[in-house]
């Protein structure tokens, strides 16, 4: 198909006239002949903007990147802005279905938004941007409309961001368990070990919340006891759960060593392989012990069937485990070894060789009379290295501490001591004469010296092995490596929101950002970091001139490409945008 051009004569001079035709074949000519299919008229007259409504209608029916429209003279380069790191969680976004559940969800939940499709790529674009380039929501709506190209995201305002969190914290419920169900489907997770472990996260503020009535989960109530009405349920044999007031942003002891901060706790369930399938919020001064009871419940919501519970020694008291232990649950829980508890230090009294398993790590399981648990005993060569080092360390720097104090007076030696006890390690190998002198307890660096690449683990399921109870123990490192990337590559600290509803959603969407980058990771075998360097380099550029605006990217670089194949997606199209100017 092409324009065809034929001159007639006038009295005046030549005429052109142009006409859209093409060639057919004449049979009985045995040749082809052009066949009018459209008149345009005079060229002189021509029709331009028709023209270009015709080029533009017939445009959508073709790539854009065989199109030459946005060729030509006047064509300026107007702006570039990284492109593959959001191209590449958005693809993940909609393969586990994050987006359709969120846009079929739009029809509940507080603040339910009238546009459900450009409240869904805001919220895209919040965990695009905490896996990017972490910042406050104020930052990140400059950063989505200025800084960044997300596909199906315009312009975006502060107040939008708002008010989709707003959105999002009244969901939450319904979407953690879609989302969890969408996502095991489609990795095939394994769920029969379920890893727990808790974090807490300071706000840079003086003042801790104002008290308000609270449930038994630590979320607000209207003043009334909403507890459960079956002790079980509320996590305690039959015990009234309900809630006391207080404070969301509340002081209470910190994993980052900031009491001086009010803080929120925060809760992480984690599968074997590292994805995380839930997160759960509480007020800063809860007490850690408990909070396992609340979680187990939550899950077993979602109806997962059997599943064994792993967590670390602040998990292990009696109540934690029988609660883990109900309904034909299991747990593996670290024990603390310098608790002193009759059960940890018959375990570790009991004769019998290692075995090594994995790695170099040691295991020997011990048999307690009248225990209705299994006991391991692990023993990891390497860490008993760095453990006498620590230990030898922490003394030196004792004995420095209290050389010359026999010569002190009362008074200065109690200031020194005093001094001491501010300091966990070397407190430890301390020792107070019955005089008042300070000397290095030596019996208790011998006793230390026995438990050096050592730890303790209990377990209630009586037919998983030993090798199998430890390496699943070993995997709660998942959980803290989830927490490391959360604070440090996700920024989930510091928090710019004050209201609660706002710091829940926050915590929601860095869960949903670590979920995705677990995903990457998974496919491909690389940290987020190194493979967010290499899928940055791909970038859309946005070209203007008279004849209309074009979007294209620039070329893919190998190691990203190689990125894109291990996750199995496509390569961004080279022509991603083309408009002409309207009529």
């Known amino acids: 198909m092409y324009v065809k051009t034929s001159v007639r004569k006038t009295r005046t001079g030549e005429v052109r006239y142009l006409q859209l035709a093409h060639n057919e074949w004449d049979a009985a000519r045995g040749r082809s002949v052009p066949k009018v299919i459209y008149g345009f008229g005079r060229e002189d007259q021509l029709d331009k903007e028709a023209v270009r409504r015709l080029v533009a209608s017939l445009s959508r029916l073709l790539d854009p990147g065989d199109l030459p429209a946005a060729a030509g003279e006047g064509l300026e380069f107007a702006e570039s802005r990284p492109y593959g790191g959001a191209y590449v969680l958005d693809a993940l976004w909609q393969r586990l279905g994050i987006g359709t559940i969120l846009t079929r969800l739009a029809s509940s939940g507080r603040g339910r938004p009238r546009d459900a499709a450009a409240a869904e790529r805001v919220l895209f674009g919040l965990v695009a941007n905490g896996a990017l380039a972490p910042s406050s929501k104020l930052a990140a709506s400059e950063w989505m409309s200025r800084d960044v190209h997300v596909d199906g995201l315009g312009e975006v305002d502060d107040d939008a961001c708002y008010r989709a969190m707003d959105w999002l914290h009244g969901v ?65 044999d039959g015990e009234n759960t309900a809630g006391k007031p207080g404070g969301f942003r509340a002081y209470g002891k910190s994993k980052d060593s900031r009491d001086d901060l009010p803080q929120v706790v925060i809760g992480l369930a984690v599968t074997r392989e590292g ?141 020194l001591r005093g001094k001491i006890s501010t300091m966990p390690g070397p407190n430890r190998f301390l020792r107070v004469t019955p005089g008042g002198l300070l000397r290095v307890d030596k019996a208790r660096a011998k006793a230390e010296e026995n438990l050096d690449g050592k730890y303790l683990l209990r377990s209630a399921d009586p037919h998983m092995s030993a090798e199998d109870i430890a390496a699943g123990y070993k995997q709660l490192l998942e959980v803290e490596r989830g927490w490391r990337d959360m604070k440090s590559v996700l920024d989930l600290q510091p928090v710019y929101h004050r209201l609660e509803e706002r710091i829940r959603a926050h915590v929601l969407l860095c869960w949903l950002a670590l979920l995705l980058v677990r995903v990457a990771e998974n496919h491909t075998g690389q940290t987020w970091p190194a493979m967010r360097r290499d899928l940055q380099r791909i970038s859309i550029g946005t070209f203007t001139g008279p004849a209309g605006t074009f979007r294209q990217r620039t070329e893919v670089p190998k190691t990203a490409r190689d990125l894109l194949t291990a996750l199995k997606i496509d390569v961004p199209r080279k022509i991603h945008e083309l408009t002409t100017p309207e009529a």
């Open 172 to 236: 939450r419920g319904e979407l953690e368990k879609q989302v969890y169900f969408q996502v095991a489907d489609l990795l095939n997770l394994q769920v029969d070990l379920i890893f727990f472990d808790t974090t807490s996260t300071y706000f840079e503020t003086g003042a801790a919340d104002e008290e308000v009535p609270r449930d038994w989960r630590g979320e607000k109530t209207a003043g009334q006891d909403t507890a459960r009405g079956d002790g079980e349920e509320a996590g305690g």
């Open 275 to 415: 994805i995380p399938v839930r997160v759960w919020c509480w007020p800063g001064n809860t007490a850690g012990s408990a909070l396992i009871r609340q979680v187990k419940t939550d899950m077993r919501d979602w109806c997962l069937g059997r599943v064994v519970w792993v967590a670390d020694r602040g998990f292990a008291s009696k109540e934690n485990r029988k609660f883990l232990q109900s309904g034909g649950g299991a747990y593996i829980i670290g024990e603390k070894l310098r608790s002193g508890s009759a059960e940890a230090n018959a375990a570790l009294s009991r004769q019998g060789r290692y075995k090594t398993v994995a790695g170099n790590l040691q295991i020997k399981e011990v048999r307690l009379p009248d225990a209705g648990d299994r006991f391991v005993i692990c023993f990891n060569p390497d860490q008993a290295v760095r453990d006498a080092a620590v230990r030898a360390n922490m003394i030196s720097m004792l004995e420095e501490l209290i050389a010359g104090s026999d010569q002190l007076s009362v008074t200065k030696r109690a200031e």
